[in-house]
């Protein structure tokens, strides 16, 4: 009987979803391999930062802490109050052309490497998994069989050990907000006391249970926004993991090691399919499913030592290099996303080197520029000082003419310090005036605002505006 050649994926359907909708459960193989022990201990690095993040004081706070009581956010040492958050604005641009420019020279690095879908699902939750239920034939063997008390065992033991898990990375989620001591407190402590927090979790770990039980790589086919940008972020020079197909076609099985000469090094023996987690195979070409986890380079390069030729038939490399051609690493895509990335990065910089623990706005009544009565020329402002710190501040302010031979000139309104609460903002009046036989025309005035210690916090210069010098004269001539 002549044999058929085994049909792999096909690039035209999801392998995830069968011809009716339904849901194929994708039972990855395990793979051992260089990449698989770098992903492990850097999928327990990243693991380990989450879970210590909030432990770790910087300054008196956690190194991540996003106070949301108090509107602060502090991160590694710094503290930034709510109205810092156009600070963010450079925060997420800054990630999202770093993610722009790493994805341009290495492709889906983040995905398979560190994102927290791929590092909880693939080093939490499949190895429970794997602990529990076995190997992937184990696994496929078990959802097809029937409901027996073993079965309901493992699988009960499981799914509870999902729900804790998806409980813990919930509360650890939930510590970024409200601290250690704060997430302490609501759990010894009645829901009824912190229900919002309560409803958080519940929501939370509900979410990531789902997840990470059942839905899986279909976030990373069917909802993540990355995933659908990459085929816009990438070009052929971009390292990407494929298959070299001018090596291994024509595929074909072997016997052994001897090798047919008529055929290429791809033995068709659909390891590198059997160990994808999302069910593709990476011979069709380089496919948005592929999530860069590097399984089937560890798999195929395990075929290769078995037969004894090279490794690297799937293999990191750009479309271009597999094709044979030269590869470029500089190329418009990477010019413009480094610029992108240091003007960014330039900003920010100037930006938080500048920030200052309070803001001072003087901003100029609206109406009259000026008021002259019996005795002096007037001009009003608003004054609006903003309290950036975790303390009540007391500030005094003091304004004197920026120009030499002023005389006569004073400040109304701001006589004692003004004491602003924490995260809190005052608004008062500020009224400039100079004697009216002291007023020969405009001026600026410079207006500091002195912390406690005395020195200067912030200043602004603002221009005294008046009537026409000679006019204003001649007129107090006239009248005297
Ligand atoms: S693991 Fe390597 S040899 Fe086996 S089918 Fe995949 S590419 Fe071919
Ligand atoms: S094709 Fe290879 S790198 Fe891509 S998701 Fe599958 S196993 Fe991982």
Known sequence: MKKTRRQGPSRERLATVGEDGSRLVVHPADTRGRFTVLRRVAAVLLIAVYVLLPWIPVNGYPAVFFDLANLRFHLFGATLSVHDLWLGFFLITGLAFSLFFVT????????????????????????????????????????????????????????????????????????????????????????????????????????????????????????????????????????????????????????GRERDPHLGDCVDCFRCVQVCPTGIDIRQGLQLECIGCANCIDACDKVMDRLGRPRGLIRYDSLNGLAGKPRRILRPRIILYTVLLVIGLVVASVSISRYEPATFNIVRLQGAAYYVDETSVRNQFTVRVINKTMESQRYTLEARPAADGIEGFSIVGWDAPVTVEANGEVVRPLVLRIARGAYNGGFPVRVELHDEGGTVALSHTVEFIGPDPRLFKAHEKAVP
């Open 104 to 255: 341009a020279l290495f492709g889906r690095i983040w995905c398979g490497w560190a994102c927290p879908q791929t590092v909880f699902l693939e080093h939490v939750f499949r190895r429970i998994e794997r602990f529990l239920e076995g190997d992937a034939v184990a696994r496929k063997r078990l959802d097809q069989s029937p409901w027996t008390a073993e079965k309901f065992l493992r699988r009960g033991t499981k799914h509870v050990l999902f729900l804790v898990c998806a409980a813990l990375i919930a509360h650890i989620l939930l510590s970024y907000f409200v601290s250690i001591p704060g997430l302490w407190g609501m759990i010894t402590h009645s829901p009824l006391e912190h229900w919002r927090p309560f409803v958080f979790i519940v929501i939370a770990t509900g979410l990531l249970y789902f997840n990470f039980s059942w839905f899986r790589e279909q976030l990373c086919i069917i909802i993540c926004p990355y995933g659908r940008l990459q085929s816009a972020l990438i070009d052929d020079d971009s390292i990407v993991i494929g298959y070299d197909e001018k090596r291994g076609e024509p595929r074909g099985r072997t016997h």
